[in-house]
């Protein structure tokens, strides 16, 4: 079975520093893809970077950026001059390929502090 | 213009009662999902549906049943609703949930209808 997990309920950053927020993973397929959402306090959930487990580039996307570890199963995600908009509730996401079941961890609340 | 919108945004009714909520999607959209989470933000997968096909349902409890009259929208309607069904309720699509491109899976949400069962 698919799981997702991020051991990290709450973490904090200073405003313009760097923050990674982890996430592992555990499934027994070979193609899958591994997502970043974030839920800011408004309640929308928005599609924040993505990953095919085939690449071994880690994407990126302006300050967000991953860094994907297939062995480990691990693949976290770390923001880069950290801005207050930042602040938000962030969910990894896997799903394996060819079906619809999207498996989500359990977020991770970042605080940005001023 | 809103990509998936979802009605009402709040709902407070009794237990009981009968609710439905409705998500609509103008992205052209082949496959929508029905999400619940919980009062610890736990997000999780309650049904799919691909072409008004149901592709997806978790172990849901019967009285919660989606429909889909077309692609284009996914309702859910909730029967003798009970304490436990609070929780905000998300409507997402995605362009195709089997597609060979990365960017077929990326799935856009709608705002939420936050339930609140009294």
């Known amino acids: 079975a698919q799981t997702v997990t991020q051991s990290q309920p709450e973490m904090s950053v200073q405003e313009a520093e760097t923050v990674t927020l982890s996430c592992t993973y555990d499934?027994?397929?070979?193609?899958?893809?591994l997502f970043w959402y974030k839920q800011p306090p408004s309640r929308q959930m928005i599609l924040v970077i993505r990953?095919?487990?085939?690449?071994?580039q880690n994407a990126t996307e302006n300050r967000f950026s991953v860094n994907f570890q297939k062995a480990a199963k691990s693949f976290s995600l770390k923001i880069s001059d950290s801005q207050l908009g930042d602040a938000a509730m962030y969910f990894c996401?896997?799903?394996?390929?060819?079906?619809?079941?999207?498996?989500f961890g359990t977020g991770t609340r970042l605080k940005v502090l001023a | 213009d809103t990509a998936v919108s979802q009605t009402p945004k709040y709902l407070v009714t009794q237990m009981g009662n009968d609710k439905s909520i409705k998500c609509e999607q103008n992205?052209?959209?082949?496959?929508m999902y029905w999400y619940k989470q919980d009062s610890k933000k736990f997000l999780k997968i309650m049904f799919s549906?691909?072409?008004?096909?149901?592709?997806i349902n978790e172990t849901v409890p019967n009285r919660f049943s989606p429909k889909s009259p077309d692609k284009a929208h996914l309702n859910l309607h909730i029967n003798s609703l009970e304490l436990g069904d609070s929780a905000v309720y998300f409507c997402?699509?995605?362009?195709?949930?089997?597609?060979?491109?990365?960017?077929?899976?990326?799935?856009?949400f709608g705002p939420g209808t936050r339930l609140t069962v009294t």
């Open positions: 996401a896997s799903l394996t390929s060819g079906t619809y079941k999207y498996i």
């Open positions: 997402a699509s995605s362009q195709d949930g089997t597609g060979v491109y990365l960017y077929t899976y990326e799935q856009y």
């Open positions: 992205l052209g959209h082949d496959t």
């Open positions: 549906y691909n072409n008004k096909e149901l592709i």
């Open positions: 990953q095919e487990a085939y690449k071994q």
């Open positions: 499934t027994s397929e070979s193609d899958y893809y």
